[in-house]
């Protein structure tokens, strides 16, 4: 079977590698000039930016350069999806358009093993592009990650083990969505919908919960503590930790303005003062594990459905 | 030996409409059979349940004494080619080679080797010739060392020349190995040539089935004067009258032969036995609404 995936996705494969070299170039042509004027401006001694006079302005600088190039990286999360809709969803439906089912099908080779073979060796390959591509995003978001952690979703998810695992998860759902609707595109389509669908899910609802969140009561109202940190709540409370909804709390800096007084400091006389709910950026490993985990298995029930289905359903 | 092919009570529905039902039927080991039936007659259905693209609804069927779709392993000796010759249109045809020897354990490189070496193995699917194609599905079967072959209207798409290429090579492949074939074709013609056992299904049931010498020895034509038919002594069923003036001629199932002088007895053939059995007994009469007034498409 492995010379039968070849042959059927050898384009596939090349496109991957093609989309690969590109993304390196890009990587090396911007990173590497990022990475000059790290080193150059010792960037890694300035950290925390408070730590020596002129170092907050150092960093800013930093940030502005780079920082477009910066926000182009997070597109990459749209890599995974791209996998699963152009190599997943034709697994099965292509067969159905073009009726080799009934080739592929009666011959010696079960079923289940013609699938799960293909099933298996692409999600292989797609694993490996998949962390080549996150070690690249690494390698260049590094000074970045040092400044500012890689705790929040925009570098969570380009980053670390969870990239190989959003990409074989999209694999998989695009086979099932190609084995349910018989056809690539409408596939392509479901597919993209319940990828997406689900990583929101997981991103909102499940990642905040990986680990029992810390609190941190700041005496001051600005935080400066946590930009390593992915912050899930930033608030301002009462003395007794009841949340000020954002209209009252503008209602009392217009008052402290009209007192000419310090809207700071008049805050603090009340008795406010900010809470953060955060996870920490030291449980970066930990959370890449756990999102990983969670992908690969709901990637190992949608291929036990697929290989269900493909049994069950009379084609 | 055990029936290549044998079904019990089978059926399979669609939706609401049954495309095949009340399917008994065995096929002996060795036969060459011919499938027949009008369009639509559950011959691909039939063909497709022994191979276990489908699930039957109802009843039984099993393949070399196994059941294609429960037991996953029970097409390793079974070559089939769907209709039109389904095959990868991207691949050359010494990839499509690769494929089958990939996907088939009994592989047998010479048994295909001999029938593909007329086609050029770099030649793309897409640039064969629908004759060309036929004979490269044949040969991925055969290539399988099949104890039963089957082959769902391989000559729908061929011409003349290509159909007889066709049937020479599926013979000389056949000869080889003694494999059971089952061709699905509503051509008669076609059957007629090869078969030596006939299945013929319309409207989803088993309407003929047997060793074609058999069927065609108890089946005359009987020619007379018209007459008010009581029971003709040796005829077992009358399975299709005809008038003509003051003539009548039967097409009649006979268990004995018939003594009876005044009819002349002519015996039939298979293309015009398979013809007369497809044929209702009484053609259906118009509905209403097809009775309308003619219009002029101008």
């Not at chain 1, 695009?174 to 990583?199: E, H, I």
């Not at chain 2, 409409?17 to 009008?38: E, K, M, N, S, Y």
């Not at chain 2, 009358?238 to 004995?256: E, F, K, N, P």
């Not at chain 2, 007369?276 to 009484?282: D, K, S, V």
């Amino acid at each position: 079977m492995a010379w039968v995936t070849w042959r059927q996705h050898r384009l596939q494969f090349l496109i991957g590698i093609g989309m690969l070299v590109s993304v390196a170039v890009a990587a090396l042509a911007t990173g590497l000039p990022m990475h000059a004027a790290y080193h150059r401006d010792a960037l890694s001694a300035c950290l925390p930016p408070t730590a020596r006079s002129g170092c907050d302005i150092i960093v800013h600088h930093f940030q502005t350069e780079f920082g477009n190039v910066l926000r182009a990286v997070r597109y990459l999360v749209f890599f995974p999806a791209l996998v699963g809709l152009f190599v997943g969803a034709p697994l099965v439906a292509r067969e159905f358009e073009q009726g080799t089912y009934r080739l592929a099908w009666t011959q010696t080779v079960t079923r289940r093993r013609w699938l799960l073979s293909k099933t298996v060796l692409l999600a292989v390959a797609t694993a490996l592009g998949a962390f080549t591509l996150s070690a690249l995003a690494m390698w260049w978001r590094h000074p970045f990650d040092v400044l500012e952690g890689r705790m929040s979703p925009s570098s969570f998810e380009v980053e670390g083990i969870v990239v190989p695992a959003y990409a074989v998860f999209a694999l998989c759902l695009g086979v099932f969505a190609g084995l349910v609707l018989r056809r690539s595109v409408p596939a392509m389509c479901a597919a993209l919908v319940g990828f997406f669908g689900v990583r929101l899910a997981v991103a909102k609802l499940l990642r905040p919960h990986y680990l029992p969140a810390r609190h941190d009561m700041a005496t001051g109202l600005t935080p400066d503590s946590h930009s390593h940190d992915w912050v899930l709540n930033n608030s301002i409370v009462d003395a007794v930790g009841h949340q000020i909804t954002s209209g009252r709390e503008d209602l009392a800096i217009l008052h402290a303005r009209h007192a000419r007084i310090d809207a700071s400091e008049y805050l603090l006389s009340l008795g406010w003062h900010r809470a953060v709910t955060f996870q920490p950026g030291s449980r970066f490993w930990v959370f890449q594990g756990v999102e990983s985990a969670v992908f690969i298995l709901l990637a190992a029930a949608i291929v036990l459905a697929t290989v269900r289905l493909l049994q069950r359903t009379p084609s | 030996m055990s029936p290549a092919l044998q079904t019990r009570a089978l059926g399979k529905r669609y939706g609401r409409g049954w495309a095949l039902r009340d399917c008994t039927l065995t096929i002996p080991a060795g036969a060459v059979v011919g499938l027949a039936g009008p369009n639509n007659a559950g011959k691909s259905t039939l063909l497709d349940l022994a191979v276990g693209l489908l699930a039957p609804t109802e009843g039984e069927i099993s393949v070399l004494g196994r059941d294609p779709w429960r037991d996953a392993g029970a097409l390793g000796s079974v070559g089939y080619v769907g209709q039109d010759a389904p095959l990868y249109r991207s691949f050359t045809v010494g990839e499509a080679v690769e494929f089958a020897r990939a996907t088939n354990v009994r592989w047998q490189p010479t048994a295909a080797h001999e029938f593909l070496a007329r086609l050029s193995s770099d030649r793309r699917i897409s640039t064969l010739s629908a004759g060309e194609r036929a004979r490269l599905a044949l040969g991925l079967a055969l290539g399988k060392r099949p104890s039963l072959l089957l082959l769902d209207e391989p000559f729908a798409r061929l011409d003349p020349l290509a159909g007889r290429e066709f049937l020479q090579m599926l013979m000389d492949g056949v000869a080889e190995t003694d494999a059971t074939v089952v061709i699905a074709s509503h051509v008669t013609a076609d059957i007629e040539r090869v078969c030596d056992h006939i299945v013929l299904l319309t409207g989803g049931r088993v309407r003929l089935e047997g060793n074609v010498d058999r069927l065609l020895a108890s089946h005359r034509l009987l020619t007379g004067a018209s007459r008010p038919l009581g029971r003709i002594s040796g005829v077992r069923e009358i399975v299709r009258r005809r008038h003509s003036g003051r003539q009548m001629t039967l097409l009649a199932r006979l268990d004995r032969p018939i003594v009876d002088a005044s009819w002349s007895v002519d015996r039939i053939g298979l293309e015009d036995l398979l013809l007369a059995y497809m044929t209702p007994e009484q053609l259906p009469t118009p509905r209403a609404h097809e009775k309308g007034p003619l219009r002029w498409h101008g």
